[in-house]
């Protein structure tokens, strides 16, 4: 059986104070980002949420800028 939960969230406006259900989904869920930009968002996330798998969608030349961040440390 799959099972799928499709929430639509602004992930900016997002906290672990104020959304405490990030810890109440399955290790090794996916949270897609999508017009997550360079991923800041999504990285503090995944640092908070470490059980999950991310994933951002973005042009392409936002994600050659996100990945460029990331590698530069």
Known sequence: MVRCTILCIDLGMLSRATVPFWDQLPKGGVVVDVGGGIGSTTMALADAHKHLRYIVQDRGAVIKDGI?????G
């Not at 460029?68 to 530069?72: C, D, E, N, W």
């Open 68 to 72: 460029a961040v990331t590698q530069s």
